[in-house]
């Protein structure tokens, strides 16, 4: 599941890349949660959380069915 998880990661990358971010994969834990980490203008951003929630949680969920959360470490 990882791989998927980094693949889709991949395809959200340009996007925060494009506003002084990124993020980078920490874990995926067995039932199905995924820490990353927001690096760049994204770890200081006031928008970050709706960031993780609504683009990078949605996506993820969308591309790995197993995926059940996405979590900021």
Do not use: F, H, W, Y
């Amino acid at each position: 599941m990882k791989e998927k998880v980094e693949a889709a990661l991949e395809k959200i990358r340009p996007s925060l890349q494009a506003d002084g971010g990124n993020v980078e994969l920490v874990e995926v834990t067995e039932d199905g949660v995924v820490k990353v980490k927001l690096i760049g203008a994204c770890s200081g951003c006031p928008m970050s959380q709706m960031t993780l929630k609504a683009g990078i949680e949605r996506v993820l969920k969308e591309e790995v069915p197993e995926v059940k959360e996405v979590v900021s470490v």
